[in-house]
Every structure is written in C-alpha cells, then in structure tokens.
C-alpha cells in the first residue's frame, strides 16, 4: 500500500462525493423533457426520483459493514464502478421501468459513499480537524447537484436529455483510476487490532441502544428530506410555477447550491476555530445543526408564501445556506461520537435512517403536486420537517452516559483525543 498524506486522501474523497452527487442528481434536470417523452406525471416521476434512495437507505447497514470488515480501497471502488456504469445506462433507456430499474442500482452503488468516507476521516483527521475536512465533502455534495443543474442544464438545453447521462457517466470513471493507484487501504494491523479488543468490538445493537445514534440519525432524516425535496424538485418548480426556461433555471436553480457549498465550508471552519479554543465541541457541533435547520425551514416557508420570482430565489439561496451550516458539522459530530472503531456502521444506520426521508420526500411531493396542483403543500411540509430535525437535536442529542468503544478508540487511533470534545467540562461523550 502507498503511504499518502490525508491532503490527498480528503481531495480523493471530496471529487467522489461531488462526482456521486452529479450523478444521482441529473435526473431532476432532465424531469421536464423526460416526462415528456415517456409521458410520465408528477407521481410518477416521484417514484423515479424516489426510487434512489430504495436501495440507498436500505443498503447503508451493508456498506457500513462492509468498510468496517473489508478493505475500504476495494468496497469503494466497486460500489464507484456500479453507480458510474448505472449512470451511463440511463442515457439508453427506453422506459419507465428501465429507468426504475436503473435509479436502483445506482442507490445500491453510491451506498458505500459516507459509511467509507466517514471511516477514513474518523481514522485520519484529529477531532479539532474533522469540522474542516466534513465541511469540504459536504461542499462536494452541495457542488455537485450546483454542477449538474448549470452545465447539466446547458447540455441538454443544447443536445437532449440522454447526452447528460452519457456524458457524466463516463466522466465519472476518470476518478476510478486516481484512487486505484494511490491506494488508500484500511490497515490490516489496525483491523486485527479491533477483532481482537473486544471492547472495540462494535455491534448495530450497541448502537440502537445508544440515544445519540437517534438523535443524530432523526436530525438527518430530517435533514435528509428537505435536501432530497430540493435537489429533486427544484428545478421543476422553478420551471413549472416560476416560469423559468431551461438556460435560466440552470443559472439561477444553481444558485442556492453554490451558497449552500459555502456555507458548508463556513460553518466547518468556525465550528473547528471554537473548538480549538476550548468549547465544548458537543454543544458547538449541536447549535451549527440547530441554527442551520432553523434558518432552512423559516425561509423555505417564505419562498412558498412570495409571489416574487426574485424574492423567492433569493429565500430558497438563505434556506440552503442554512442546510450548509448543517452538514458540514452533522457528520464532523457523528464521527466525533462513535470514533473510528464504529464509525463505518454508526454511519451506515444514520444514513440509512436518513435517507428514509430521502426517499419519502420525492414520492410524497409528487403525490402531493399532482394532487393540488400546486407546490405549495410541498414547501410547507419540507418546512414542518426542519422544526422536527431541531426538535431531536434538542432532546436527544447529549447527556452523561459514556460511549465505552469511543473510549477504547482512543488508544487504537492517533486521529482520535476524547480528551478535546469537552475541555472545558472534561464530560465524556454523550449518549
């Protein structure tokens, strides 16, 4: 195995991510052509938007296992190849059912995602660090869906709907070499060292015991569904009530993507700075997730209550701001709390819970447009979603019970001091 630095591991990671985010996000760009052609309604094309996070979520609990037990180098790389090539695929469909089948496999893929993302950060970053590495992944996945909707739209403004496809399918497996060659493998001595403390042996039902994998787990579910609300149905709303072309909802649908990006970005490096100056990383991590979901709900809420185009961009760019605040500490916090001895599957459960509101989001909105014909429900149940996420952030996450595997981790893992994620109090960690 190559020794590389982290700088090149965390670029490695952070392409992915943007990469897998593109991908999984050029079908909302291409929604009002494709149902077009194949004649699909709004319930319909919720499914489709939907049907991503099927296999996504249910396939989290394998992945975080799999980048737990197997070499990350290789259980990446595999679900990278099968969600790139799923991609590609989706440029020759032919029918709804095929372009289901697709949307699957690509959840299957992107599944190993986070949970070896998560793994390699918790492994590799000290925790006064991971609040600026999670905030640039969490950039990529905001610049990605940004990527896809201003070039994406572009594209097929200019070649149809199956050139997108084709085209970020095969741009996709240039990443595929880079990370082959560079070799970022688990360490087997590490992984040996695990099998054989039992105290770093790590269960799912460890975890389903532990009140801060729910608090976490809910705040992302919460989380999840206004993201997946976004990033699926944006552009169509932009086109269909807003009465944007093509070329300007390319431009201005991209907008709050970008700012979400930024404040991602943001918010990992001020939530990093307070630490280091001896906050309490639990309460800082927390108020970034609070105050992110908050500003997110109240200014959906206005988007849907404007009858200003302008206004209404302008609202949705401040509500995904705050979402960015949000997800750069999110996973920074998760990581934080399990270590690296169970961050692979306290990942895979968040994000599997998660994306269940990943998956409820486009199938309900698009049941719910096609039956008011309207967007307006829709917002205000993505809104109500966000007052949920801060509601288990509050009551859920914290308190006194020690995590017994965090501790054990801080032996078997340089990147991890416990001793920092409280110093002023000298509290352990919370569950």
């Not at 590609?88 to 095929?98: C, E």
């Not at 009858?307 to 916090?333: E, F, K, R, V």
Request: charged fraction near 10%; hydrophobic fraction near 55%.
């Amino acid at each position: 195995m190559r020794q590389n630095s982290p700088a090149i591991l965390l670029l490695l990671l952070i392409l992915a991510v943007g990469i897998s985010y593109v991908d999984r996000g050029s079908l909302s760009v291409v929604k009002t052509d494709l149902s077009r052609e194949f004649g699909l309604d709004p319930a319909q094309m919720g499914l489709l938007f939907s049907a991503f996070f099927w296999t996504y979520a249910t396939a989290q609990l394998a992945a975080g296992w799999l980048v737990d037990r197997y070499d990350v180098k290789w259980v990446y790389a595999i679900g990278f190849l099968i969600w790139s090539l799923a991609t590609m695929a989706m440029g020759f469909a032919g029918s709804f059912s095929v372009m289901l089948i697709l949307r699957l496999l690509l959840g299957a893929g992107e599944s190993v995602a986070f949970p070896a993302t998560s793994k390699l950060l918790a492994a590799n970053f000290p925790v006064q660090r991971l609040g600026l590495a999670n905030a640039l992944v969490a950039a990529a996945s905001k610049l990605g869906p940004a990527i896809s909707l201003l070039l994406g739209g572009l594209v097929v403004a200019q070649w149809g709907w199956r050139s997108l496809f084709l085209t970020v399918g095969l741009g996709s497996l240039l990443w595929l070499p880079a990370w082959l060659w560079f070799g970022f493998s688990t360490p087997a001595k590490q992984e040996h060292r695990q099998s054989a403390d039992p105290q770093q042996q790590v269960g799912f039902m460890d975890l389903l015991l532990c009140r801060n994998v729910w608090g976490t787990s809910l705040a992302y579910f919460s989380m999840g569904y206004v993201w997946a609300f976004l990033l699926f149905w944006l552009p169509a709303y932009l086109e269909e009530t807003r009465g944007l072309s093509k070329w300007a909802m390319a431009v201005f649908g991209s907008l709050p993507f970008w700012t979400m990006a930024g404040t991602a970005i943001c918010g990992g490096w001020l939530a990093d700075w307070s630490i280091q100056r001896g906050s309490n990383v639990l309460l800082v991590r927390r108020s970034f997730l609070i105050c992110g979901l908050l500003l997110c709900g109240t200014f959906m809420s206005l988007a849907m209550l404007t009858d200003s185009a302008p206004l209404c961009i302008t609202s949705l760019t401040i509500a995904c701001g705050g979402l960015g605040l949000y997800s750069s500490n999110g996973w920074a916090l998760t990581q934080t709390l399990a270590g690296p001895a169970a961050a692979g599957r306290w990942t895979g459960l968040q994000n599997s819970v998660g994306n269940v509101g990943g998956a409820l989001a486009p199938a309900l909105t698009g049941w719910l447009v096609r039956s008011t014909d309207s967007y307006s429900m829709a917002f205000g149940v993505a809104s109500l979603f966000c007052g949920l996420g801060v509601l288990a952030c509050i009551f859920l996450i914290g308190g006194n019970v020690a995590l017994p595997w965090a501790q054990s981790a801080q032996l078997a893992s340089p990147a991890m001091n416990l001793a920092e994620v409280h110093p002023a109090s000298g509290d352990q960690h919370s569950a």
